[in-house]
T-cell receptor, first 116, second 110 residues
Framework: NAGVTQTPKFRVLKTGQSMTLLCAQDMNHEYMYWYRQDPGMGLRLIHYSVGEGTTAKGEVPDGYNVSRLKKQNFLLGLESAAPSQTSVYFC???????????????FGEGSRLTVL | QKEVEQDPGPLSVPEGAIVSLNCTYSNSAFQYFMWYRQYSRKGPELLMYTYSSGNKEDGRFTAQVDKSSKYISLFIRDSQPSDSATYLCATTSGNTPLVFGKGTRLSVIA
C-alpha cells in the first residue's frame, strides 16, 4: 500500500526560485495537511484542506500557497523561496477530522528542501 | 508560551529500562491526546490515543493524561533498541488542528 506519497523527496533551491511539492494519497481521505518540521520547533501546520476544492491556513501559512483540485492530491507551492523556508515538509491525510475515531493522521516520508 | 511544551532531550537509556516521556499543555479545552513516534528520516506514526483523563495501555506502552495538572505522559516498559525514535505528543480540543510538542529524541542502548 502506497499510503501518502510526497514528491520530490529532496530539492535544493536558490533564493527567489519557485517550486511545488506534490502530495498524493490513495486512502480516499477527505482531510489533508501540510506541516513543516524544524529542529527545536516541532511540527507546525502550514495549510490544510477539509475536502476537494477547499483550503485553510494553519499556524505558519506565510510564503506558501496550496491547492486541492483533486481529492487525492494536495499541492504546496513556494512562489519565491527564502532561506527561512529550508525545512523538512510533511504531508498528512486523515479520514476523519482531528477528533474522529483515533484522530489518526497518516504522514508521508517527508520532502527535504534547502534554500540557498 | 507555546500551547504544548515538551523537553526535546535527547534521552538515552539502557535496554530494559522504564522510560517516561512528558508534555505539559496550557489550553484547558484540549481533550484529545496522542503520542506519535517518528523514526529517523521517516514521517510520524500514531502510537497511542487517549480521550480526556486517565490511562491507556497497549503492550509495553502506557499513555496517561492528568487534566487537572495539564500533564501528558508516555511510559515505555522494558525498552528495546527498536524504541529509539523521536516521540511527539499532540493534542486538540476537537475543533482546532492538532498541536504538536517539539518531540523528545530517545535512544535505547543495547
Amino acid at each position: 500500500n502506497a499510503g501518502v506519497t510526497q514528491t520530490p523527496k529532496f530539492r535544493v533551491l536558490k533564493t527567489g526560485q519557485s517550486m511545488t511539492l506534490l502530495c498524493a494519497q490513495d486512502m480516499n481521505h477527505e482531510y489533508m495537511y501540510w506541516y513543516r518540521q524544524d529542529p527545536g520547533m516541532g511540527l507546525r501546520l502550514i495549510h490544510y484542506s477539509v475536502g476537494e476544492g477547499t483550503t485553510a491556513k494553519g499556524e505558519v501559512p506565510d510564503g506558501y500557497n496550496v491547492s486541492r483540485l483533486k481529492k487525492q492530491n494536495f499541492l504546496l507551492g513556494l512562489e519565491s523561496a527564502a532561506p527561512s523556508q529550508t525545512s523538512v515538509y510533511f504531508c498528512a491525510s486523515s479520514y476523519l477530522p482531528w477528533t474522529g475515531g483515533t484522530g489518526e493522521l497518516f504522514f508521508g516520508e517527508g520532502s527535504r528542501l534547502t534554500v540557498l | 508560551q507555546k500551547e504544548v511544551e515538551q523537553d526535546p532531550g535527547p534521552l538515552s537509556v539502557p535496554e530494559g529500562a522504564i522510560v517516561s516521556l512528558n508534555c505539559t499543555y496550557s489550553n484547558s479545552a484540549f481533550q484529545y491526546f496522542m503520542w506519535y513516534r517518528q523514526y529517523s528520516r521517516k514521517g510520524p506514526e500514531l502510537l497511542m490515543y487517549t480521550y480526556s483523563s486517565g490511562n491507556k495501555e497497549d503492550g509495553r506502552f502506557t499513555a496517561q493524561v492528568d487534566k487537572s495538572s495539564k500533564y501528558i505522559s508516555l511510559f515505555i516498559r522494558d525498552s528495546q533498541p527498536s524504541d529509539s525514535a523521536t516521540y511527539l505528543c499532540a493534542t486538540t480540543s476537537g475543533n482546532t488542528p492538532l498541536v504538536f510538542g517539539k518531540g523528545t529524541r530517545l535512544s535505547v542502548i543495547a
